[in-house]
């Protein structure tokens, strides 16, 4: 029983590894930027993390969703949305455009493994995943209302 625990431990520093490795400056990189962006600019980054969030819940993993629990839900998405940046950053083109993209989905990524519990042991990473889901939640209610203002 204590063995299942140890890898667990394992697991999560290794996953805590990889976020900082390639997610983290991106997501920085991201917030900072949408925290300096004045009103005007703020729907852009709320359309660009509610895209790439819902690209990466659709490439999660082939099981309905009733199926699995809510944190592996959040883990897959966040899977999803390292394996786009890595994918992403291999392209390695030299555009603001691309590289704006690039890290919506690195601050997805960062904030499903927030709300997966990944980043408990690691009070950096807890806050920045707390920033990171607090922009998605704004992104998510801002796109709600953009649509039912469309529908009436």
């Known amino acids: 029983m204590f063995g299942w625990f140890k890898a667990e431990g394992r697991e999560r ?11 983290e400056a991106r997501s920085r990189r991201f917030l900072k930027i949408y ?4 009103e005007t600019r703020k729907p852009q980054f709320y359309r660009a993390v509610d895209q790439a969030s ?3 819940q659709s490439a999660e993993s082939g099981l309905p969703p009733s199926e699995l629990e ?21 392209l390695k083109k030299d555009d603001r455009l691309a590289d704006f993209l690039t890290d919506a989905y690195a601050t997805v990524g960062i904030a499903y493994h927030r709300a997966a519990g990944v980043y408990t042991m690691d009070k950096k990473m807890q806050e920045l995943g707390t920033a ?15 649509k039912n203002e469309d529908s009436v």
């Open 70 to 90: 809510d944190a592996q839900i959040a883990e897959a998405t966040s899977r999803a949305a390292m394996k786009i940046v890595l994918e992403r950053t291999a």
């Open 35 to 38: 925290l300096d962006a004045d």
């Open 13 to 23: 520093r290794r996953t805590v590894r990889l976020d900082r490795k390639h997610l």
């Open 54 to 56: 819902k690209r990466c």
């Open 132 to 146: 990171a889901v607090h922009l998605l939640t704004m992104a998510t209610s801002y796109m709600n209302a953009q």
